[in-house]
């Protein structure tokens, strides 16, 4: 008995050490679902022994107002899309500047850079490094709606009760640009933002009996595009390109107006605590084999030169397949959000999810 | 001597209950108050005064939402109530001493899966391609598959079948406390069923009513999840603003205030009730 007892407080202790002995430094990532897959943080737990990686999964308002109730602590590193970092960094001061020594930006598109020095800089200082992007458009399935090209067909009634949403902002900005209006331009007159997006928010009223249901996370909307219940939504494009492997049928539709583009950028938090290993986690997921890695488990494009040949060969051809020349040249990069204008958008979609229709 | 020693093991008993109330209860409350007198004029400036409370009246949505929240939540605990009062009847009274404990545990059971976990259970029954539907396609009994998410039934449902457990266990330990002489002497006296139910042991049981149905009010009214995963289109919930007016709209000012006013009106109900059904806390859930 007293020798079993040995046995296991020494395995105990032992499991004890083997945890802390090597005076683990500890990564705290704040990502996306998908962004970062648990092969990856193996390969890198193993290159660097040292480091454990720990992963929250959110999205971008969850990842400001965490960040905004700790002061921007709690985390060491955060993922962003780079049109919420100015104004959040006005109003809460939640991130640092990024050292651009310590990251190698040459392997970028260089397209990608620029974003990040018009969207993520603030008085001199860059604050964030691109990692992914991808676009916001429509997901089809065109053997049932073979007509579907625009923003606006969400509300064809020949889809009557087929049709799902996302009532979130892109949903505006894709309506304003299917009725002909540039709601970029319009980003600091608010006051001609808010009589584009009222009238927008009427056309959404109008149209909700057209609506099966508002869809609110990936998962909800692959259920509902695969079980066949909905025909077309607006969607993302990585999440139609899962799809795609599942059913060739289902497609991803940049939109006659252009695919709303999204960069999705690696930001220190203002109190992360581990700069190094972050720097180290950046410059690792940037290496060909993990990008196709991460873009397999994600359904995003890599923001290195490249990127479109590192996605695996299903997502390749469903890129292909959504996107020509053309549309890649038509993509709408989506600007920072200037402050206060998220409150008026939400404003006009309380409205629209209160409304009531059939 | 004895009295310094009583009076130290008060403290010692009060201390923790004193610190979890005044920490994690009346703490934020007050910091919540706070932010929701907060009115926000501009980047990091801030007034004092009531703008977000003369908002929220002025926005016939938000006002709404709180409205069809209150009426659904009412609702749910009636149908609660009417469901979980037989069977706390039986546990209580008619099962046999043995098996009481069994049925008990049938109640309990649902509880050790996370409200997640149940919402999509629902989910998989009811859509449209689910479960009950080709169910009932295949048997014939429908031509085409029919959808049953989405709307406010679907909701009332999903909320009973969650909250209904909180109405059950203190029905059942009232009932458990009532002599069957009670019953027998009411029947002697010529009492039919619905006069001896009436008559004495509603009033019997009505601590527990009570008690359950502040409890189920107050869960349901304060539920997120299932009114959020079940709902449709036309379903907002009142949490639900709270969550977009704190997350998606980075608006905590106004988040806090539809917090304090969500306090505010479900206590109003509950007193209302209380009122209405000339009851009150200190003879029914207070009762020794």
Redesign the interface.
């Known amino acids: 008995m007293n020798k079993k007892m040995n046995a296991f407080v020494s395995g105990v202790v032992a499991l004890g050490f083997s945890a802390h002995g090597a005076q683990a430094e500890t990564l705290r990532l704040l990502t996306w679902g998908g962004y970062a897959p648990d092969s990856v943080i193996e390969l890198f737990e193993e290159k660097y022994p040292d480091i454990d990686v720990e992963v929250t999964f959110s999205n971008n308002e969850e990842m400001v107002a965490k960040l905004r109730a700790t002061g921007g602590s709690g985390y060491d590193l955060a993922q962003p899309s780079v049109s919420r970092i100015k104004a959040a960094q006005a109003e809460y001061g939640i991130y640092k500047p990024m050292d651009l020594s310590q990251v190698d930006t040459s392997v970028f598109q260089p397209n990608m850079m620029e974003a990040m020095e018009k969207y993520a800089e603030i008085d001199g200082e860059i604050y964030s490094i691109p990692h992914v992007w991808g676009t916001q458009g429509l997901v089809v399935d065109i053997s049932k709606a073979p007509e579907v090209e625009g923003w606006t067909d969400l509300c064809d009634p020949q889809y009557k009760g087929r049709v799902s949403m996302r009532l979130k902002r892109a949903l505006l900005l894709g309506f304003a640009f299917d009725t002909g209006k540039d709601p970029f331009a319009a980003y600091d007159d608010f006051e001609a933002y808010e009589a584009m997006i009222d009238e927008i928010g009427e056309t959404l009223i109008d149209c909700k009996d057209n609506v099966k249901t508002y869809w609110t996370g990936g998962d909800d909307l692959s259920a509902l595009l695969l079980s066949g219940e909905i025909v077309v939504s607006d969607a993302w494009d990585s999440t139609a390109f899962k799809l795609y492997k599942e059913n060739p049928d289902i497609r991803f539709i940049p939109t006659r107006t252009g695919a709303l583009a999204w960069i999705d950028t690696f930001t220190l938090p203002k109190r992360g605590e581990a700069d190094d290993a972050a720097y180290k986690w950046i410059n690792f997921v940037n290496q060909p084999e993990i990008v196709t890695m991460i873009s397999e488990s994600s359904g995003a494009v890599s923001a290195v030169k490249g990127g479109v040949e590192l996605m695996p060969e299903g997502a390749r051809e469903a890129v292909a397949a959504a996107f020509d020349e053309e549309a890649l040249d038509n993509l709408k990069f989506m600007p920072s959000v200037p402050p206060g204008l998220e409150d008026l958008e939400g404003r006009v979609l309380d409205r629209v999810k209160a409304a009531t229709s059939e | 001597m004895g009295r310094s020693a009583d009076r130290l093991s008060l403290v010692l008993l009060f201390t923790p209950f004193a610190l979890w109330i005044g920490l994690l209860i009346v703490l934020p409350q007050l910091g919540i108050g706070y932010v929701s007198l907060r009115e926000k004029v501009g980047?990091?400036e801030f007034t004092f005064g009531f703008g977000n409370y003369a908002a929220f009246f002025e926005?016939p949505?938000?006002r709404?939402?709180l409205l069809r929240t209150a009426w659904i939540s009412i609702l749910v605990t009636a149908l609660a109530l009417i469901m979980g009062f037989p069977v706390a009847y039986y546990i209580a009274k008619i099962a046999k001493e043995r098996s009481r404990a069994g049925l008990f545990l049938m109640c309990l059971i649902p509880l050790w899966v996370s409200d997640l976990v149940r919402a999509y259970g629902w989910i998989l029954l009811l859509?449209?391609?689910g479960v009950i539907s080709t169910t009932l396609v295949s048997l014939g009994i429908i031509s085409g598959p029919v959808?049953m998410?989405?709307n406010d039934v679907t909701v009332i449902i999903g909320l009973v079948y969650t909250v209904i457990l909180f109405m059950i266990v203190p029905l059942v330990s009232t009932l458990q406390g009532m002599d069957d002489a009670l019953l027998e002497a009411g029947y002697n006296l010529g009492g039919s069923r619905l006069t001896v139910f009436r008559r004495i042991i509603v009033p019997y049981a009505m601590p527990g009513i009570v008690a359950g149905c502040i409890i189920t009010f107050m869960l349901t009214a304060g539920s997120y999840l299932t009114p959020?995963l079940l709902g449709?289109?036309?379903s907002?919930w009142f949490t639900e603003?709270i969550y977009?007016?704190?997350?998606?709209?980075?608006?905590w000012e106004m988040g806090s205030t539809f917090g304090v006013l969500l306090l505010i009106f479900t206590s109003l109900v509950v007193w209302l009730g209380l009122r209405l059904t000339g009851q009150s806390l200190a003879t029914t859930v207070a009762k020794e």
């Open positions: 980047v990091n926005e949505i938000y709404n939402t859509r449209e391609t959808e998410l989405y959020i449709g289109k036309n907002s603003q977009t007016q704190f997350i998606t709209r980075y608006n």
